[in-house]
């Protein structure tokens, strides 16, 4: 499966920013979906999962009730809607997708896609 993450940019604390993440396959439906990130000088870190039925979730701490996961089967897309950023919240977007539930870990990703830069900034 191959994946792309687009719609990165540069915002202002307290804005909201969408990312997408299509895959090439429809082989999409069967995975579990995450987004994970980087930022400078640190290990990437994991963000949220969504079953592949969509059904289950699952966030990091640092961004629950300001991210959401959620996926379109129909279209092979996975989003991630970001609310309330914060400059920590600066890092390059990667989205996944492993076979294994809840894929929170790079050893349960299967696939990574592109990165998408998102940066906060005044």
């Known amino acids: 499966v191959q994946l792309q993450a687009y719609g990165g940019g540069l915002v202002q604390p307290g804005d909201s920013l969408r990312l997408s993440c299509a895959a090439s396959e429809r082989t999409f439906k069967t995975y579990h979906m995450s987004w994970f990130r980087q930022a400078p000088g640190k290990e990437r870190e994991f963000m949220a999962a969504?079953?592949?039925?969509?059904?289950?979730?699952n966030y990091a701490n640092s961004v629950k009730g300001r991210f959401t996961i959620s996926r379109d089967n129909a279209k092979n897309t996975v989003y991630l809607q970001m609310n309330s950023l914060k400059p920590e919240d600066t890092a390059v977007y990667y989205c996944a997708a492993g076979s294994t539930w809840p894929p929170t870990t790079p050893t349960r990703v299967n696939f990574w896609g592109r990165g998408t830069q998102v940066t906060v900034s005044s």
């Open positions: 969504l079953y592949r039925l969509g059904t289950n979730t």
